[in-house]
């Protein structure tokens, strides 16, 4: 049953794993700006570098933990900058941002957990734990 939590890992980082292609797009950045974002052109690729970063230490399960932080990193500014459902007046676009908003808030949710509990069985950080501890 130890796979379940490799196959969670992976399937909850890619979603960060795969934002990377569209940060460095002007059209992104355009729309950062357009939402407030300032320096969007320096932002929005950092950020898409945290997030690929965070996700590719996660699946890995190696410094779990700090991936994860910087996904929180990621997530907040851009769950409450990007997403903010409570500025939309078209109907269409508050339920759309709502569940934007929210998917945001489920994915901070799991980073959180992850930064506390860590990567798991079947992860790297596993793996280094237990060749310290056969050392002793």
Known sequence: MKI???????????IFMMAILGHFK????????AHGVPM????VPFSGVLALAGGVLIA????????????????I???????????????????MQTSNFMKNMS?????LLITWFGAGPLSLDELAKKKTTDRI
């Open 40 to 43: 969007a052109n320096i932002l």
């Open 107 to 111: 994915l901070l949710g799991a980073a």
């Open 26 to 33: 002007s059209d992104a950045i355009q729309y950062a700006s």
């Open 4 to 14: 379940i939590v490799l196959i969670g890992r992976i399937l909850y980082s890619l």
């Open 77 to 95: 500014p851009v769950t409450f900058m990007m997403h903010n459902f409570w500025n939309e007046t078209d109907p269409a676009r508050v339920q």
């Open 60 to 75: 890995f399960g190696y410094k779990a933990r700090a991936g994860a932080w910087l996904l929180v990193i990621f997530l």
